[in-house]
């Protein structure tokens, strides 16, 4: 039986710097944080950087030291996130202004709004799915969502529906953010042709090659590079990127705490993910034609641009409302993957 040959490190690396493109469009564009990420110096080296060594980081643990369940998923997502306390300190000292809520000196509402739904969910477990799809077809990340997003994923209609309804949500809450109309109708197109030429470089190179998500992701030697350019990382724009905010010690004890819960939940997550046989979750998954892609782009397009037209007025109601829809779906996420992690290794244990 012959070897099967590693996967050269140039497909790797292109591997990577897609998925880190999409860890970064869908986490700084659908924000308003920064509209062109990929047309200026600190998004192109810093932003980019930032997002994709945190997930590929977590993804190697997750797969190698468990299975890509959405618990164990999600709980990576939300170590991603919490690089908002000492890189960027908005846990701390938002630069929007005071948290409205502080305990321990950490924004209650932030935390739960970037660490337990933005990052995890936007910054991580989607440009997972994205690019499992789009890139190579691989199977097993969808396998390992809940069964009522497997079940909207392997249904043509309600699937093509939720992606435009999330489309038109996520314009409308960037309009709330955009400097200008203009920038508002270009940011999204532009950015998602950079990705569009990434994807098409890839099946380019690739031609019938086919990789399984495991071995394009780094090996061991290159996963302790990558962690170390990680720490590297956290070193430098910690000391650099706003150092008047960072707060006594009483406050980053509260982010320790935060720290040792999340980290406790994941590697329980990942100790029961072990037991889990992802063949038994198995629904075909339909893959998004370009049609439904250019739609949603037109729909994320028209709601920032006509939002930030028509709808200055309503900036306000509309940012509440939306942190509290991510606040809802930050929380929910978060007892679910508590719930699915600890209920189920209870019960594993009495049988």
């Not at 990420?37 to 930032?50: K, T």
């Not at 955009?178 to 197109?189: E, G, M, T």
Request: net charge positive.
């Amino acid at each position: 039986m012959l070897k099967k040959q590693p996967v050269p490190i140039k497909i790797k690396l292109l591997f990577w710097s897609i998925l880190g493109a999409f860890s970064l469009f869908f986490a700084e564009l659908f924000s308003g944080s920064d509209m062109f990420p990929f047309f200026h110096f600190w998004g192109l080296f810093v932003e980019l950087s930032l997002y994709t060594l945190h997930l590929l980081v977590l993804a190697y643990i997750v797969f190698n030291l468990g299975k890509p369940l959405f618990p164990s998923l999600y709980l990576a997502g939300t170590i991603f996130g919490m690089y908002e306390a000492y890189l960027t300190k908005v846990l701390w000292n938002p630069p929007w202004g005071d948290a409205l809520i502080t305990i321990g000196g950490v924004g209650i509402i932030e935390t739960i709004v970037l660490v337990l739904f933005w990052h995890p969910i936007l910054a991580f477990i989607i440009p997972l799915i994205a690019c499992s799809y789009l890139l190579n077809q691989f199977s097993e990340i969808a396998a390992g969502m809940p069964l009522c997003i497997r079940k909207i994923m392997s249904a043509k209609k309600s699937g093509t529906l939720f992606v435009l309804i999330n489309a038109a949500f996520f314009g409308t809450f960037q309009s709330t953010n955009a400097p200008s109309a203009w920038f508002s109708l270009l940011s999204c197109p532009l950015s998602a042709m950079v990705l569009v030429i990434l994807v098409c470089l890839w099946k380019r190179i690739i031609k019938d090659c086919n990789y399984n998500f495991l071995e394009i992701l780094p090996n061991r030697m290159q996963f302790v590079v990558l962690i170390a350019l990680l720490i590297i990382m956290y070193i430098i724009m910690g000391r650099f990127i706003r150092p008047e905010a960072l707060p006594d010690l009483s406050s980053q004890l509260t982010v320790w705490l935060i720290y040792g819960v999340l980290l406790i939940a994941f590697i329980l997550s990942l100790k029961r993910s072990r037991k889990i046989d992802m063949a038994a979750k198995g629904l075909k998954i339909i893959r998004p034609s370009f049609q439904i892609i250019l739609c949603a782009i037109i729909v994320f397009t028209f709601c920032s641009t006509t939002g930030r037209l028509f709808l200055s007025n309503w900036r306000a109601p509309i940012l509440l409302s939306s942190w509290f829809i991510f606040s809802v779906l930050g929380m929910s996420a978060f007892l679910f993957s508590l719930k699915h992690t600890l209920l189920d290794m209870k019960t594993s244990k009495k049988l």
